[in-house]
C-alpha cells in the first residue's frame, strides 16, 4: 500500500486546536526544506515546510541527507525562543520530542543518541539540524519511513526506518503537537525542564562508550547522561569528563 500523500488540510485535521500554532506548506521538491526556512528568516514561529522529495538534504557535520520520495518525512520548523532564552541543549529537546510522538504512535524499539540521533532497536531511524535563521531557530528532522535505495553499505549498515505503513499527515501532526509541547517548555525552562525525560530516553544509559571527535584523541568511559546544559557526562578512569556538542559520535564499546 502506498504512503499517504502529504496534505495540509489533513496534517490541520490530526493537530485538531493545535493547528492555530502552525502554518503548515507541503512542497513536491525542494533542496533542503532546512535552506528554504533559512532563507525566509522573517517567517512567523510555527511556520512549517515538508517536502515529499528534498534534492540536496542537509545532515550534521556537513554531510548529505539522503531520502526517497514519499517513503521518509523530511521537515523543517521556524521556531523563536523567548528573548534572552539560551539555545544550549536545544537539539537534545528536539529528540526528545521526536522520540515521545514516535513512541505514541506505536513505533517500538526508540531511543536517543547523544546528541541528536533518533534511534530504533540501535540503529539510526532518523535526524536532527538545528541551523539559525536570524534570531529563531530552524528545526530540521527527517525519518525514514522505508530506507533508500543507493544508501552506501557503511550507512546502510546502521539505518533502518518504521518500515509499516503509517499515515504521514497523522505522523506529522503527531510530531508537530509534542513539538509544541516541549518547545513551550523549553522557552522559559531551558534544557533542564527536559533533562530528566532526555535521560529515560538515553539509549546508552550506563553503558561504555567511545566518544570521537575529530581533531582529538577518542575518549572512552561509561555514558552517564548529560548535564542541563545537554553536555554529555563521561565517567572515564580519572574524572567525570564533560563533553560539548560538536563533531562528536558515540559508538558502544564492547566488553573485553
Ligand atoms: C543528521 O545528520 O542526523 C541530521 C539530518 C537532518 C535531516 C533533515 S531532513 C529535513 C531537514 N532539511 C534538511 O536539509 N535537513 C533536515
Known sequence: MPDSPLVPSSIAAALGPLAAHFDVEVLAECDSTNAR???????????VLVAERQTAGRGRMGRTWISDAGASLTFSLLWRL??????????????VAVAEALRGQGVDGVALKWPNDILRHGKKLGGILIELAGSAAVVGIGLNLRLPAGLPPEVSRGAT???????????LAALLASLHGVLEQFGPGGFAALRDRWQALNAYAGAPVRVIAEFAVPVEGICIGVDVDGALLLETAVCVQRILSGDVSLRPVKPA
Open 37 to 47: 526556512l533559512q532563507a525566509r528568516a522573517d517567517a512567523a514561529s510555527g511556520t
Open 82 to 95: 523567548p528573548a534572552g532564552a539560551s539555545p544550549s541543549g536545544l537539539s537534545l529537546a528536539v529528540g
Open 161 to 171: 526506518a518504521i518500515d509499516r505503513v503509517i499515515d504521514r499527515n497523522v505522523l
